[in-house]
């Protein structure tokens, strides 16, 4: 048998001769980088990184005891040979979540430039968190692997034990798999093979049950607030083409229905919109009846409009670190910049540790001074949606002049965990910004983490739309074909009240709207919110009524009928609409009566079968044996022009739903 410290000898020859000689330069810059990227990890790792000393202080400590009945040489013969075992196993054990010493997925370093700007550093490198795993691995060759391995001294053998045949000397063949020990598996939450991080699902939604069943002559009156917002059909969509069904509560029916446009009749005269009630055969249910209301925005010329001061919010904390999130959210504002004017004027804040002003208020013109500033953004940090609200809100009231719009845009994945943390001091602090006359949008970005709730509450109450921005060819829906609607209000505090006739319906039920619901009093409170109309808006709401005498009424009738019962008129109901224009405190009124007896169009009909489709998603007990092969040919039959595919869209998802739920 070898000397063992001959052996010792050998294994200190090798490990000098595998460590690669220093540079002093390299070095320095490669401390700076570290110091930096560990900064950045401190803000966005995703779980807390191991700091319990206890366990290791005792395990040493034990050792140490141990090696007091050896001599000095002897110890050292066996700690240097535990060090050369330990390199395969003790490293990957202690690594955790978050340590610096093998990252989850190797980014890019961010360097600073001369001219003061952040650019991507894309050269190899060696980061903080990658330097332990280059120095070990990359110097060592196959064949100096295998001589450690060889010389490496069993414990058995210090006391004369035989030699374990496992620590022998091992073949060059299995250096590669000796040299793979060395590099910690992924941490827990990433994929293996894509190394793609797991986030968990903490997504809310308004848990708002479907309006019931309301029996006329104890509830006549009906009355909601109208809804422009389109994030939730944007959500189920990539839902079901995630192969997943959309939960109930991400449902809302109204926002499906008004996701896509209708070519209703224009507005006359000196009205920002038109109203029109229609009666029409309901899909489901032959004894029932549909009450189809729908509102027209007027469409001014987009070369009339005022100058625009645009801020966009964005949110870059951690969370934000995704394809579908920082970088779509970037492209989806640099599709919106064509679209701007000259006149028009562009800042940018962004927040996540703090919050900060990344592009003062520019021009529109210069695209490429406000694209650098998109481009230099950059994910991390925690959310600090207060302090990114607050300097928004300046920044947009030092841009405001007469006669301007002003519209603050937040983009967010809906991650609102610093800050104000009382959701009613958020909506109240947004409600008394909209006074000065800077609205507040809220487009969300990625799932997972989405706090549909939160965004939808500040966008009512910050008198703007709410939308999800799930594809770029969204991102072109919504910021670039309809940027008018999106961003320039032609009517506010909408609020729709229908009065059914007891004498001619028996029960209704509003389809949708459950989150818009007003007190009956409020309509004629003009000190209520409610919902805005931007130029071009289509609006459509849809009641299911049960005509006195069908056969379909569930519920029965009263022995002692109130004396206006026995009235004689043929309407159905009767329709009054109030408004504000944009600036002023006082409504209007507009009153619609609601006859029988009308002919459903073929925007009717697709929107019968949109809201049809919510109501099969949401397991509605008021659709009885139809299914989504009905809805899906009344879809069909109804598709019209479709310019833009939503409609044939809308039948594919139809589909996937229909196969999901078998």
Known sequence: MSDPFDDLDNLKAAMRAATPAPDAARKAENIALAEKNFATRQETAAQARFTSDRPQKGFLRGVFSMFKAISTRQALTATTAMVAIGLFVYLPALQQPGDILTPPHPEPAVVSSTDG???????????????AEEMLVAPMEAPAM???????????????????????????ATAKLERRSLIAPPPPGYADDTQVRIEPDTEAFAEAEPNPLKITTEEPVSTFSIDVDTAS?????????????????????E????????????????????????????????????????????????????????????????SMDAPNKLPLLKQSFQLMLARLRPEDKVAIVAYAGSAGQVLE??????????MA????????GSTAGQEGLQQAYSTAEAMSEDGDVSRIILATDGDFNVGIYDPDELKDFIAKKRETGTYLSV????????????MQALAQNGNGQAAYIDTLSEAQKTLVDQLGGALFPIANDVKIQVEFNPAQIAEYRLIGYETRALKREDFNNDRIDAGEIGAGHTVTAIYEVTPVGSPARLSDPLRYQPAEVTATSEEYGFLRLRYKRPGEDTSNLIETPILPGGEAT??????????????????????????????????????????????AQAVQLMRLADSLSQ
Do not use: C
């Open 146 to 172: 295998a001589e450690i391995a060889d010389m490496a001294v069993p414990m058995g053998q210090l006391s004369g034990a035989a030699p374990s045949p496992s620590l022998m000397a091992r073949p060059a």
């Open 117 to 131: 700007t952040l650019e991507t550093d894309n050269r190899p490198q060696l980061q903080a968190e990658g330097e």
């Open 233 to 253: 059909y944007a959500i189920l969509r990539s839902s079901l083409n995630s192969g997943r069904l959309p939960t109930p509560e991400q449902v809302r029916i």
């Open 602 to 647: 073929p925007d009717m009909q697709f929107a019968s079968a949109i809201a049809g489709f919510g109501q099969l998603l949401q397991n509605s007990p008021y659709l009885g044996d139809w299914s989504y092969t009905q809805a899906i040919d009344l879809a069909n039959g109804a598709k019209g022009d479709d310019a833009f595919g939503y409609r």
């Open 373 to 380: 500033a998109l481009d230099r953004l950059d994910a991390g």
């Open 361 to 370: 208020p520019t021009q529109a013109s210069d695209r490429a001074t406000i």
């Open 443 to 454: 487009l969300g970005f990625g799932r997972g983490n989405l706090d549909d709730a939160t």
């Open 255 to 318: 926002e499906m229905v008004n996701y896509f446009p209708y070519d209703y009749t224009a507005p006359q005269g000196d009205k920002p919109f038109s109203t029109h009630a229609t009666v029409v055969a309901t899909p489901w249910n032959p004894e029932t009846r549909l009450v189809h209301i729908a509102l027209q925005g007027e469409k001014p010329a987009l070369d009339d409009r005022p100058p625009l001061n645009l801020v966009f919010l964005i949110d870059t904390s951690g």
